[in-house]
């Protein structure tokens, strides 16, 4: 009932400053729309495009390219089993840090963050746009041919390109085939020229089967259901996420709102030796733990929200802990010192 309540209330006030030139009846799908009251799936693709900019923080054109071919809303979870597969495998990488226990904590590649980079999700693909060094994004996810027991498990160069005088990297997933492109482009064009089979570094490439170490790390991984893997996989398309109406964050390197009672985060363990980030569970029970940013509800306000979250997906809260569930699977969201 708030928010029949708060779109009553602009609606007034549209109504209002129009002079009463606009009836309540007309302001009313406008307030609807503005305070996120409209279904997403049913608006056109003109205003989606525009609406998903504003939550992801990507350029027009790479929202347009997320959106297109049929995707429900805004697109972040709207993705194949093999791609979700990748996401939430993904996200061991990128929420365990400074941790050095389990079986993922030697991947330790939440130091991406630090290049904010912004996450393009779409049905065939993960675009990460790194406008400030592509390739050291790559070099923190790829194995090479002297160190094949670093990276993610089973993640390979493809191929590469320039477009806009900017590199991308294309990246391949052998377990699942899933596709991820590190770009420097804010359009993330996939239609770039001078393209490369040859990497610039000596990665490991698609044409190198699973090493040793990565069956072994891929086993060591608990099992993760279904509605769990959707939930994992949301926290890499959410990974720096601000709420259009600024309620809301979930950059992990600082708070984008600039919201003085969050700047407590940045305390000085966190300054001087990084944050802290477990991510770990089985099955249907999952739980995500960290220092510094963001605030734990704001996360669990991102995965469940109603333009932006994940479909079903809702929250309770427990003292200062959130538990995000969806159907039957659950991840707790803490505090890393409770």
């Given amino acids: 009932m708030t928010l029949d309540r708060d779109i009553a209330k602009l609606a007034r006030r549209i109504q209002h400053v129009s002079g009463n030139t606009i009836p309540f009846q007309k302001a009313r799908p406008t307030a609807a729309r503005e305070l996120g009251g409209l279904p997403v799936h049913t608006m056109p693709d003109a205003e989606r495009i525009p609406l998903r900019v504003r939550y992801t923080g990507e350029s027009k054109d790479a ?3 997320a959106i297109s071919g049929g995707v429900h809303g805004l697109g972040p979870d709207h993705c194949s089993d093999e791609q979700r597969a990748f996401l939430a495998l993904l ?7 400074n941790v050095y226990t ?3 904590a030697r991947w330790n590649y939440s130091v991406v963050a630090s290049y904010d980079p912004v996450m393009s999700p779409r049905r065939d693909q993960l675009v990460i746009v790194a406008e400030r060094a592509p390739e ?9 041919e002297k160190s094949a027991s670093r990276g993610v498990p089973g993640l390979r160069y493809e191929d590469s390109h320039t477009c806009h005088e900017q590199h991308s990297i294309c990246l391949r997933h052998l377990p699942t085939g899933a596709l991820l492109t590190i770009t420097g482009d804010p359009a993330a064009c ?14 490991l490439t698609v044409h190198h089967d699973l090493t040793a170490d ?6 060591a991984i608990p099992p993760i259901s279904r509605d769990a893997t959707t939930l994992l996989a949301g926290l890499v398309s959410r990974y720096n996420l601000v709420d259009r109406r600024g309620r809301w964050a979930t950059s992990l390197s600082w708070d984008p709102l600039e919201r003085p009672g969050v700047e407590r985060r940045r305390e ?12 770990w569970g089985a099955r249907d029970s999952w739980a995500l733990r960290w220092t510094g940013y963001p605030e734990p509800r704001d996360l669990a306000l991102a995965l469940t929200h109603r333009e932006a979250g994940i479909k079903g997906a809702e929250f309770t809260r427990h003292g200062d802990a959130y538990r995000v569930v969806l159907g039957t699977s659950s991840l707790d969201l803490c505090d890393g010192r409770s």
């Fill in 190 to 203: 996939e239609h770039g020229n001078r393209r490369s089979l040859a990497p610039r570094y000596r990665y």
């Fill in 136 to 144: 050291n994004v790559a070099t923190r996810l790829l194995a090479t």
């Fill in 268 to 279: 000085p363990d966190v300054i001087r030796h990084g944050a802290i980030r477990q991510l």
């Fill in 63 to 65: 929202a347009r390219s």
């Fill in 91 to 97: 996200a061991l990488a990128l929420f365990n840090g």
């Fill in 214 to 219: 990565e069956r072994r790390a891929l086993v």
């Fill in 102 to 104: 389990g079986p993922t």
